[in-house]
């Protein structure tokens, strides 16, 4: 054992000695292309940087060598010194470092006697070969003309104007006759102090809330970027130092994910009961870096609390072809991971489009659930049912299909389209196609731009080229025909009409994420509008009524009509004052449901109990001042809407006023808190995306960027922002005439406002 270790330890000093050699000899080759560069026979830039010899501490033997930058102190590493100093001289990065062209007038005037022209300064001469031109001020104005001009005046007396100053090495001189000016000057006078650095509290308070910054941008902001000179040059200037990617992606990253998790955690703890909401479970087409096409769904699952927060959980990478047990699988794993054996704490689940046949297999077998399926996707669904069934719609699509394809790819037709597309509107742009005529998002994009193109669309029909297409093409013809129809545009209208109907009502209960007691007004509200869309356009209401009602009981659940009954949010002040459930409100089979489901939700020895304490709710209600409490509204100061003041209310009517109502007290309070949407937050998924197109291989990445993810969705979901990082951008350059708005939503996040505010 004693000689295997002798012999380690010969052979690391041997290696060692082969290092020290190896530095030493590069360390004095730089030095030898040094001393030759600043007698001008080598590179401009070794008169900044200089060669450094590092030893090792334990052993004293040299073991690297590094180049210094003279102006800054900063060091480099010395494989590549012409790469050094592009990046760190050329590029601004050194702080002191000025590579600008000043203007020859600083250098002139050289005062030169007039009876010795051999005096003249050696910036003076020219070649003589070389074509020049003179630009005297009468000729030039105020400086228009050449860049630099010689002055007119040399001492006391009158000379004529230099010509332009034309140095061996072009253009390209002026910035090294710029450095070699700051030289002299660096000479002349001594360094400025510099301004008072900042403390080591203050650069690590700065760095942590740069590194916040960049875990919740979420891909947003790449951590490559934290390399970009400029950025570099930044930090420089404020005083803090260089911050690199592997300081944000290690350590500091598990420390961020852990802080985060426990605080999670503890929120979860502190609640009695939970929901678990899951979207995500819908596939889109990817190609990967090697061309080969792969279905990838990424699922979100997040944790709704009573008290109005959300807290993220995990995301998960899903293929295509996994089955409805897979998700159910993954939904209960996700519920034991939370609270253990104790499930009864989940009230329930709502989750976004996939086969509802796991959710209503986890519902069947603990009876205290509840599973619901996201009214977001519910409406969404409804536009693809009109897309597909409704006769209008096919033909109105089928239609501007038509007519995008002729004005975009028929040249004639074309040019003569942006040619009054300038006229009308300042602009032009072609038509949106969609791939197919039920991809919904193009298809309703397609309408929009046709209907805001009707003017110039109408003046291309007098054009001659368009005569001279239809002359030849009868589908020109039928373009044609069809744009002078007023039953066209009527129809495109009302297609149109009746998606941004639903379309806007979806984005409104993504936005607003209402509870599932107001699922039953939400689809009566849509009921109206419809019944409206019908009457203003003169259509039939059956068909499209037929439609409704089939997606309603394909989203319905007896939950809705229960909650709607429970919260005090809706009770209806009768004629003797009283504010009693909305039982009137409902359908005879919706009444059974409400019995049906407290039944299910309590134990079987409290149900006849439950069924008790309902018809003393349904006959008595609630004292008049707390239902006019819960019910109190305040305008919203941003969106000009009604708001109820404090949501939470009814929730706490039931847990500290309601108390006589045991039973039915325990089923009110886990139900009438349920989220009816499952949309969570957005982010850049782009990185997350690159990262499980390469498998297994990249299982290290996958960690780290799973472990970026919650901490960027525990901090949206604090904030309780739910946009993405696109919308606010589209949005700021929507407003960009605002300057008021634009620098609000440029300093939004509050980590950038307190990192901005530690630099002041």
């Given at each position: ?102 203007p020859i007038s600083s250098i002139f005037p050289v005062v030169v006697p007039s009876s010795s022209p051999s005096s003249a300064s050696p910036f003076s001469v020219q070649h003589n070969h070389r074509k020049r031109t003179t630009t005297s001020p009468s000729a030039s104005g105020s400086g228009s003309g050449s860049l630099y001009h010689a002055p007119s005046r040399f001492g006391s007396g009158l000379v004529p104007q230099q010509p332009h100053l034309v140095l061996s090495g072009g253009k390209e001189d002026l910035g090294a006759l710029a450095m070699l000016e700051d030289s002299v000057k660096k000479l002349k006078s001594p360094k400025t102090s510099p301004g008072p650095a900042l403390s080591k509290a203050q650069i690590d308070s700065a760095i942590e809330f740069l590194s916040d910054w960049v875990y919740e941008s979420c891909g947003s902001v790449s951590f490559a970027s934290l390399e970009h000179p400029k950025f570099r040059a930044f930090l420089s200037q404020v005083g803090l130092p260089a911050v690199f990617p592997q300081e944000l992606t290690g350590a500091r990253l598990e420390a961020r994910f852990e802080e985060a998790k426990v605080e999670s955690e503890a929120r979860i703890r502190d609640a009695m009961f939970f929901q678990i909401a899951s979207d995500g ?480």
């Amino acid at each position: 054992m004693a000689a295997t270790n002798a012999g380690t330890s010969v052979e690391s000093a041997s290696a060692d000695e082969a290092a020290a050699k190896t530095a030493q000899k590069r360390y004095e080759g730089l030095l030898m292309v040094r001393n030759k560069a600043i007698k001008g026979k080598g590179a401009w830039y070794w008169t900044h940087l200089e060669p450094l010899l590092v030893h090792n501490t334990e052993t004293g033997l040299p073991k690297a060598v590094k180049l210094r930058c003279s102006l800054c102190d900063a060091a480099f590493s010395a494989s590549n010194p012409s790469r050094t100093a592009s990046e760190h001289l050329k590029r601004g990065t050194c702080p002191n470092f000025n590579s600008a062209a000043k203007p020859i007038s600083s250098i002139f005037p050289v005062v030169v006697p007039s009876s010795s022209p051999s005096s003249a300064s050696p910036f003076s001469v020219q070649h003589n070969h070389r074509k020049r031109t003179t630009t005297s001020p009468s000729a030039s104005g105020s400086g228009s003309g050449s860049l630099y001009h010689a002055p007119s005046r040399f001492g006391s007396g009158l000379v004529p104007q230099q010509p332009h100053l034309v140095l061996s090495g072009g253009k390209e001189d002026l910035g090294a006759l710029a450095m070699l000016e700051d030289s002299v000057k660096k000479l002349k006078s001594p360094k400025t102090s510099p301004g008072p650095a900042l403390s080591k509290a203050q650069i690590d308070s700065a760095i942590e809330f740069l590194s916040d910054w960049v875990y919740e941008s979420c891909g947003s902001v790449s951590f490559a970027s934290l390399e970009h000179p400029k950025f570099r040059a930044f930090l420089s200037q404020v005083g803090l130092p260089a911050v690199f990617p592997q300081e944000l992606t290690g350590a500091r990253l598990e420390a961020r994910f852990e802080e985060a998790k426990v605080e999670s955690e503890a929120r979860i703890r502190d609640a009695m009961f939970f929901q678990i909401a899951s979207d995500g479970w819908k596939w889109n087409e990817n190609v990967n870096e090697n061309g080969k096409s792969y279905d990838s769904g990424l699922v979100n699952l997040s944790v709704n609390l009573p008290n109005g927060t959300s807290l993220y959980r995990r995301a998960l990478f899903v293929t295509a072809s996994a089955p409805s047990k897979y998700a159910e699988e993954v939904l209960w794993e996700t519920i034991t991971g939370i609270c253990g054996n104790l499930v009864q704490q989940c009230a329930g689940i709502v989750a976004d489009r996939f086969k509802a046949k796991a959710l209503k297999n986890l519902e069947n077998q603990n009876h205290w659930m509840v599973n619901l399926t996201c009214q977001y996707q519910g409406f969404n669904s409804l536009v693809k049912d009109f897309a597909k069934e409704l006769p209008l719609f096919r033909a109105v699509v089928h239609n501007c299909l038509k007519l995008a394809n002729l004005f975009n790819y028929t040249s004639q037709v074309r040019n003569s389209f942006h040619k009054y597309q300038l006229q009308e509107y300042g602009h032009t742009w072609l038509l949106r196609v969609p791939l197919h005529e039920f991809e919904l998002g193009p298809v309703y994009a397609m309408m929009e731009d046709t209907l805001s193109s009707v003017r110039a669309l109408q003046l291309v029909l007098l054009d001659e080229p368009f005569k001279m297409v239809a002359i030849e093409d009868q589908g020109a013809r039928e373009v044609g025909d069809m744009i002078r129809d007023v039953g066209f545009w009527k129809d495109l209208e009302a297609v149109h009409g009746l998606v941004k109907l639903v379309k806007d009502m979806a984005q409104e209960i993504e936005a607003e994420r209402p509870l599932v007691g107001q699922c039953l007004p939400l689809w009566d509200d849509l009921r109206a509008k419809v019944k409206d869309w019908c009457s203003k356009f003169h259509i039939a209401e059956g068909v499209v009524e037929k439609l409704v009602e089939r997606r309603f009981k394909k989203n319905y659940h007896p939950a809705w009509a229960a909650a709607y009954i429970l919260d005090p949010l809706y009770l209806v002040r009768d004629t003797s004052g009283k504010y009693l459930p909305p039982f009137k409100y409902l359908t005879p089979e919706q009444e059974k449901d409400v019995d049906k489901l407290i039944t299910r939700l309590v134990a079987r020895d409290e149900a006849h109990i439950a069924l008790m304490e309902l018809m003393k709710w349904r006959t008595e209600g609630l004292d008049p001042v707390y239902a006019q409490a819960v019910q109190m509204k305040e305008r919203d100061p941003v969106t000009g809407k009604m708001r109820i003041v404090n949501p939470q209310s009814s929730r706490l009517v039931w847990e500290t006023y309601l108390t006589e109502f045991k039973s039915l007290g325990k089923v009110a309070v886990r139900l009438i808190f349920l989220h009816a949407t499952s949309c969570g937050f957005k982010c850049n998924w782009s990185l997350w995306r690159w990262v499980c197109a390469r498998g297994h291989h990249s299982r290290t990445a996958l960690n780290k960027v799973q472990k970026l993810i919650f901490i960027a969705a525990h901090s949206k979901l604090e904030r309780r922002d739910f946009s993405s990082d696109q919308e606010k951008d589209a949005e700021l350059f929507t407003l960009a005439n605002e300057s008021s708005k634009v620098s609000t939503a440029f300093v939004k996040s509050g980590k950038v406002l307190r990192f901005q505010a530690l630099l002041h």
